[in-house]
Structure formats: structure tokens, C-alpha cells
């Protein structure tokens, strides 16, 4: 049993000042990945501070930028369906849309989303060594069954993937997240809050202990017209991605004049790869030029046994999905 105390923050100077004081304090709002960390006794809290009366995290509106601003406690499936996302960044909706199920999508908040913890089998399995739970203790997917893991951004210490679908189209859409805290508020690129494992698996992001997210904004370009979301899963619904692929494209007379491209399943952070994008802008949409950004993307991938597959299957999926992404889309 683990207990705690449990209280409820009436705005954002009480949330942030209840984590500031308690290193072992938890924000809580939908808890859909939270409560899972808690009844495997991966995490013990002492309290759990509810963010869900701060009302001015509820809500999406435009921003001065010509974007748009996701509250952090709006729900996925509201985010997912709201007009302006649908119509403007139909890309973000469609990744939402593919993630979990939509009991959990009803649930789960924007910021939630980005904080959730890998879904590798080790980190779940207290009885197990791993690095993300206790630093220094050795991962045990290394040498273990590691189909679920990671091929890109890996280190001798962690081959963790993060599972968030949302995240890896707010990285091809080059959103940035705003937080508060102690010092004030401060923005985030979307490339910068996540982190590859390194020598410190166990720090998921560039979060402050004593921050919290308080939106995420999107620029006002949105590939409303050439964008593609693809999920290679073991089953159609409620399964983490094998492999998924962001694109986003903008096209002029057959050209792509301007390309992203993100990847989840595969690395500690949703993958991207500029170089591949810049070298795919100005160039028709042809296999060989589709082929060719893959390789650049997938430069360095290394599969550990069991997750051999995802190399050639993440190309394969590249591939396809610009073709999709090249059509343009028509809204149903």
C-alpha cells in the first residue's frame, strides 16, 4: 500500500510552491500514467497536488503568433476534436487520435502527455536492474528481450523509447512548451524538453523539479494539406507504436518546398533528423528522394537482437508515409 496525502492546488503559486517544498511531491491531473507508475511501485509520492482546478490551462485559443495555445489540462480527445486543431494541424489530431483509447484519451491532459514514462518491460519490472529506476543499477533490455526498444540515441545505459504519440507530431510541428515555476515562466523548443538517455536515463526531460506545464503553443503553419501520421503497431488500437512517423509537408507545382519529419518507437525522444528534411525541400516527391531522407534519418540506427526489424521497417514506414504525405489530403 502506498500511502499518501493528497491536495488540491486553487492556482499555479500553489501548485509550484507544494513541489518546491516536497522533492517527493507529485502533480496530478488525469494520472492516467502516474497511477500506473504508483500501483507498480515504481514511484512513492508522499503527496499528490491536483492541478485541475487552475482554469487557465483548460483552455485552446489563437495566440499573437498567428498559432495556436494548447492548455496543458485540456484532455487528448478534446485536443484531438477541437476545430481549430482539426482543421489547422490535422496532423497533431490524427497522432492523438492513434494513441491509447478513448476512455485514456478522455483522461489524459496535454501535459500529462509529454511527461509520460517509457512503457520498456524492465522499468516496469521492479525485480529487474534499470537505470531509469535507480541510476547505476545496469539495464537489463541491453542483453534482455528488447523488441519494444530503442535503435536510435541509444546509450550504454538506457535503450528506453518514449511512447507518446501526440509528441511526435508537436516535434514535426515544431511546437514549443511554456512552463512556470519559481523563476518565472520560460518557453521551451519542443527538440529541447525531451532528452536522450545519455549517462542520466532516469532524467526524462528538461523539466524543473519545481515547474509545471502550462501550455504548448504551435506556429501558425500547420501542413494542413500534405501531412500524414503512420503507426505500425502490433494491433490497431491500444498498443504502444513499433515504429510511427510524423510528416509534414508544404508543395508548390510538384516540389516539396518544405518538409518535417519525426519518428516515434524509436529513440529515448521523438527522432528527428534536419538534415534529412533541408535535403528533401526543392526535390519532387519521388521514392529515391524518399529513400534517400530515410537513410539520413536512420544514420547510425542500431538494433540490439530482438528489435533488429525496426530498422528496415522505420525506413519502409519513411517511405510510405511521405507518399501519403505528398497527396494532398482531403478532409472527411
Request: charged share 20%; hydrophobic share 40%; glycine share 8%.
Amino acid at each position: 500500500m502506498n500511502y499518501f496525502d493528497y491536495s488540491i492546488a486553487n492556482d499555479a503559486s500553489d501548485a509550484i510552491e507544494s513541489i518546491a517544498l516536497n522533492g517527493h511531491a507529485k502533480l496530478i491531473a488525469g494520472g492516467t500514467n502516474l497511477l500506473d507508475l504508483m500501483k507498480e511501485n515504481i514511484l512513492h509520492p508522499d503527496l499528490l497536488v491536483d492541478i485541475n482546478k487552475l482554469r487557465n490551462y483548460q483552455d485552446i485559443f489563437e495566440n499573437a503568433n498567428g498559432g495556436i495555445r494548447l492548455g496543458a489540462l485540456v484532455a487528448n480527445a478534446d485536443t484531438a476534436y477541437h476545430p481549430l486543431v482539426e482543421n489547422r494541424y490535422p496532423l497533431l489530431s490524427k497522432a492523438i487520435l492513434a494513441g491509447a483509447s478513448p476512455q485514456l484519451r478522455n483522461m489524459a491532459t496535454n501535459g500529462g502527455n509529454l511527461m509520460q514514462r517509457t512503457r520498456c518491460l524492465y522499468f516496469y519490472d521492479i525485480t529487474m536492474p534499470c537505470n531509469k529506476r535507480l541510476p547505476g543499477s545496469g539495464c537489463s533490455a541491453i542483453e534482455g528481450y528488447n523488441r519494444m526498444n530503442a535503435i536510435l540515441g541509444t546509450s550504454e545505459h538506457c535503450i528506453a523509447v518514449y511512447p507518446s504519440d501526440m509528441s511526435v507530431a508537436l516535434a514535426a510541428l515544431e511546437a514549443t512548451v511554456i512552463v512556470t515555476g519559481s523563476n518565472g515562466e520560460r518557453q521551451i523548443p519542443f527538440e529541447a524538453f525531451h532528452r536522450l538517455p545519455g549517462d542520466t536515463p532516469h532524467i526524462d526531460n528538461d523539466l524543473a523539479a519545481d515547474e509545471l506545464i502550462v501550455g504548448i503553443d504551435l506556429p501558425a503553419a500547420g501542413f494542413e494539406k500534405h501531412y500524414s501520421y503512420l503507426k505500425i503497431r502490433d494491433r490497431t488500437s491500444y498498443a504502444f507504436a513499433l515504429v510511427s512517423v510524423a510528416t509534414g509537408f508544404e508543395m508548390d507545382s510538384g516540389l516539396i518546398t518544405k518538409a518535417r519529419l519525426a519518428l516515434g518507437g524509436v529513440a529515448h525522444k521523438p527522432w528527428r533528423k534536419k538534415e534529412a528534411e533541408t535535403f528533401l525541400e526543392n526535390k519532387p516527391a519521388t521514392e529515391d528522394n524518399f529513400s534517400a531522407a530515410a537513410d539520413i534519418v536512420l544514420e547510425g540506427a542500431k538494433g540490439f537482437g530482438h528489435n533488429d526489424f525496426k530498422i528496415p521497417l522505420a525506413k519502409r514506414a519513411i517511405i510510405r508515409n511521405c507518399f501519403i504525405a505528398s497527396k494532398e489530403q482531403v478532409k472527411s
